[in-house]
């Protein structure tokens, strides 16, 4: 089964619904580890908002924790690791590059036109990951 798994998260409940389904998959293999990401957006938004760079590593570690706790209770090996740029390719270059047997993360479930707009993160790993990609919705 999976042995390589990449958690993307950003703290919300659907990141969270992503990090038990994880853990379900990881339970499959004794010798898997969960890599948990977190994705620091390097948009003028968070540096307006987080000008302190102390406060921001805080945050952004206050969202990484429920995930990391969850992991943690089910014993299951994982590391965190944050990285920085737009949300969907950096998932993507670093499940590319890193070899990763399935990248596991949340949607938000945008209708049609909001993901036509917007985007979808999900939606962008899914078709340039070159591994399995498990959306929870």
Not at 25 to 37: F, G, R, Y
Not at 44 to 52: F, G, M, Q, R
Not at 81 to 94: D, F, Q, S
């Amino acid at each position: 089964m999976f042995k390589k798994i990449l958690l993307a998260t950003d703290g919300s409940d659907h990141a969270i619904r992503a990090a038990e389904k994880a853990i379900d998959l990881a339970k499959c293999n004794p010798e898997s580890v969960i890599h948990v990401i977190y994705v620091v957006d390097s948009s003028k938004t968070e540096v307006l908002e987080n000008w302190n760079t102390t406060g921001a590593q805080q945050k952004r570690k206050e969202k990484v924790r429920p995930t990391e706790e969850k992991v943690k209770a089910a014993d299951i090996s994982y590391e965190v690791e944050y990285l920085r740029g737009e949300p969907g390719p950096t998932i993507v270059n670093h499940a590319n590059e890193k070899d990763f047997d399935v990248v596991v993360l949340g949607s938000r479930g945008l209708n049609r036109f909001q993901e036509l707009v917007l985007g979808s993160v999900s939606h962008k790993v899914a078709k340039r990951a070159h591994c399995a990609v498990l959306i929870i919705k």
